[in-house]
T-cell receptor, first 116, second 117 residues
Framework: AQSVTQLDSQVPVFEEAPVELRCNYSSSVSVYLFWYVQYPNQGLQLLLKYLSGSTLVKGINGFEAEFNKSQTSFHLRKPSVHISDTAEYFCAVSDGFSGGYNKLIFGAGTRLAVHP | NAGVTQTPKFQVLKTGQSMTLQCAQDMNHEYMSWYRQDPGMGLRLIHYSVGAGITDQGEVPNGYNVSRSTTEDFPLRLLSAAPSQTSVYFC????????????????FGDGTRLSIL
């Protein structure tokens, strides 16, 4: 069965500093990987996705993620964060087979707190 | 174009009461799903639908029923609410249930915050 582990439940960081949010997954088949962001009292928005091809994926708001198949990781990075990046971030995986790629398994989330 | 609309936004129920959480999308999306979000557990899939008349169970289906009589609507029913169902519920939709790589992003509603006493 698939699972997703987000290694940090909270990440505090100062404004303009770089940040990395870590995500590891387990799956026995090829996977599709996603990062979503949730702002307070809102639903989730897609930041970026890896389906195939280049292992470095660029998303919205200056975020990027790198797919590493050998380490089964999909870490999210941003070189310089802003106060407005304060939110909860979710990593998700689907295998594209059991119910289609939309059947997502989510990690527990990482709360990013950006301080001035 | 309203996207995915969930009603109500907040609800308090007593144990044993029944309730329907509404979800509607105006994007002609094939795929719709319900998740619950609990602290420290991320989002867990309750039920999903790949088209009108077709539904299936997700990770945590017990205590919930769904139906999909139209493309637009995907209501979630709690037949006899229990305190363990206190959660934030999200409905999501996407254009296609296609298994191929041409993934369309899932659009999420703003959630329904449900408390069961």
């Amino acid at each position: 069965a698939q699972s997703v582990t987000q290694l940090d439940s909270q990440v505090p960081v100062f404004e303009e500093a770089p940040v990395e949010l870590r995500c590891n997954y387990s799956s026995s088949v090829s996977v599709y990987l996603f990062w979503y962001v949730q702002y307070p009292n809102q639903g989730l928005q897609l930041l970026l996705k890896y389906l195939s091809g280049s292992t470095l994926v660029k998303g919205i708001n200056g975020f990027e993620a790198e797919f590493n198949k050998s380490q089964t990781s999909f870490h999210l990075r941003k070189p310089s964060v802003h106060i407005s990046d304060t939110a909860e971030y979710f990593c998700a995986v689907s295998d594209g087979f059991s119910g289609g790629y939309n059947k997502l398994i989510f990690g527990a989330g990482t709360r990013l707190a950006v301080h001035p | 174009n309203a996207g995915v609309t969930q009603t109500p936004k907040f609800q308090v129920l007593k144990t044993g009461q029944s309730m329907t959480l509404q979800c509607a999308q105006d994007m002609n999306h094939e795929y719709m799903s319900w998740y619950r979000q609990d602290p420290g557990m991320g989002l867990r899939l309750i039920h999903y639908s790949v088209g009108a008349g077709i539904t299936d169970q997700g990770e945590v289906p017990n205590g919930y029923n769904v139906s999909r009589s139209t493309t637009e609507d995907f209501p979630l029913r709690l037949l006899s609410a229990a305190p363990s169902q206190t959660s934030v519920y999200f409905c999501a939709s996407s254009y296609s249930a296609n298994r191929g790589p041409s993934n369309q992003p899932q659009h999420f509603g703003d959630g329904t915050r449900l408390s069961i006493l």
